[in-house]
């Protein structure tokens, strides 16, 4: 903040030595806010909130991150931990806990007959046992420490009504970062998280039909009544 | 979304060809299968791909009498243009020889099931691509464009029981059940009811069928394990 020093008082005529000068206001200086006209200095407070409420969230947004990346790291040691288990073990305790094949499959990217061959005793690269123990250990995190008592139902339930996004796309697409985000962070709502996801959603998945129980019992498509559109 | 949708990647609608074919995967639609004889195609045996709708395939454990089939055929590379503008054909990728394998559903038919052999199976699909191939086949029948998305919903619920019967059968032929058996076994399991609703029924809600997974692979430990 520039502080404005108020100008000694004016003597004409005579120098005065400087211990003579009266001092109405001894060491006494003016902030820019006392300059400032009552209007003004609402508006630089006004201001000055909004440069400390930005800060404030770049500082939150910056330990979030932070925080994820020291999750990302646990997990990552807790992974190479959890390969002593050996493929077929790790594959059964996914399974266990509700995976799909499919999806396990998508997560380590590889494909369901490769998943086949390693439940029946076929090896799996180093590389691919890695992926498979991070995924474990990710599911470790979010039962033990994030307290999701069905991990496998929370990843599929789709994250809005309006899209069959689930964070088990997210997962197979790469994005644990944002998955464990979203649970770290304390401001990133579902769509938020699609937002970030998959920016246009909302238009890209929008659809003119529904689908709907019919008279024989089935599930069938029609157009959307004109209410739900 | 109005308009026919383009896979990112054509391998993402093949779930295993050749070798990798599992036999004991139930037969649904989006299999490929070879030597198939259909009396109005030339009377030549030649690979369909099964078309019926994958909640019509079975009456309870057994496959339906008859099968709505369409020829595979060999085609060109699937450019944009085939995706955007050949409406006759749905793009499946490598199957056997033929490098760029097509669907011709202009030339779907209805074939005798005893006319299938499971053993022929070439190729199976992904969930997505019996979606696209639903919404191909409805928008050559109807020219309406249905989203991939509301099939996946509609049908969601028979997808999971295809998976969850593959996984029966797998894990009790490896731990020693009666091959002959065990589709009949999973279908009673499958159509118990259970907390006021069937097993079957529970697939339809995202949310109950990693429940229905784990209550499975309990009692295949539980029947099956020596």
């Known amino acids: 903040m520039t502080i404005i020093t108020r100008p000694a008082p004016s003597l004409s005529g005579r120098t005065i030595p400087l211990d003579e000068i009266p001092r109405l206001e001894p060491d006494r200086t003016l902030t820019i806010d006392e300059r400032l006209t009552p209007v003004e200095r609402s508006a630089s407070l006004v201001n000055r909130s909004w440069v400390l409420r930005s800060d404030s969230n ?15 790291e646990q997990l990552e040691a807790n992974a190479q931990e959890r390969a002593k288990a050996g493929t077929t073990a790790l594959l059964a305790e996914l399974a266990d806990q509700g ?61 809005s009504p309006s899209a069959p996004l689930t964070r088990m796309d997210l997962l197979q697409r790469g994005k644990h970062d944002l998955v464990i985000r979203s649970l770290v962070g304390d401001g990133l709502t579902p769509a938020a998280v699609l937002d970030e996801f998959e920016p246009g959603w909302r238009e890209s998945y929008s659809s003119d039909f529904e689908v709907f129980t019919a008279g024989d019992g089935q599930r069938s498509i029609r157009p959307k009544q004109a209410e739900h559109r | 979304m109005a308009e026919l949708e383009i896979p ?46 994958p909640c019509s395939m079975r009456a309870g454990a057994e496959l339906a009498p008859l099968l709505h089939v369409a020829p595979v055929v060999t085609y060109h590379a699937p450019s944009t243009a085939v995706w955007q503008k050949h409406f006759k054909v749905m793009p499946i990728g490598a199957v056997a020889n033929m490098q760029h394998a097509v669907v011709k559903l202009d030339r779907m038919t209805l074939v005798s099931a005893g006319a299938i052999d499971p053993g022929r199976r070439l190729y199976y699909s992904t969930r997505h691509g019996i979606n696209l191939l639903r ?87 539980g029947r099956y394990s020596p």
């Not at chain 1, 770049?58 to 990302?72: F, K, M, Q, R």
């Not at chain 1, 990217?109 to 439940?119: E, F, L, M, T």
């Not at chain 2, 990798?20 to 995967?25: D, F, K, L, Y």
């Not at chain 2, 029981?161 to 797998?170: H, R, S, V």
Request: aromatic share 4%.
């Open chain 1, 99 to 159: 995976f799909a094949w499919v999806d396990i499959a998508r997560l380590v990217g590889v494909s369901v007959p490769a998943i086949r061959k390693w439940r029946t005793g076929g090896a799996a690269s180093s590389e691919k046992l890695l992926e498979l123990t991070r995924v474990v250990a990710l599911v470790d995190w979010l039962r033990d420490d994030k307290l999701i008592a069905d991990v496998a139902s929370w990843l599929e339930v789709p994250l």
């Open chain 2, 135 to 221: 919404q191909r086949m409805v928008h050559h029948l109807t020219r309406v464009a249905i989203p991939t998305q509301t099939f996946d919903e509609e049908a969601g619920g028979a997808h999971e029981e295809a998976d969850l019967m593959e996984d029966w059968i797998d894990s009790a032929i490896d731990l020693g059940a009666d091959a002959a058996e065990v589709g009949t076994a999973f279908h009673d399991w499958i159509m118990t009811v259970e907390g006021g609703r069937t097993r079957q029924a529970k697939l339809l809600d995202s949310q109950a069928v990693p429940g229905v997974r784990r209550a499975m692979r309990a009692e295949i430990r």
């Open chain 1, 58 to 72: 770049n500082l939150h947004a910056e330990i979030i991150d932070g925080h994820t990346e020291l999750v990302v």
């Open chain 2, 8 to 53: 990112s990647d054509i391998e993402a609608l093949c779930l295993a060809r050749g070798d990798e074919v599992n036999p004991h995967r139930p037969l649904f639609t989006g299999d490929v299968i070879d030597g198939v004889t259909v009396e109005v195609l030339d009377e030549v045996a030649q690979p369909v791909v099964i078309v019926s709708h």
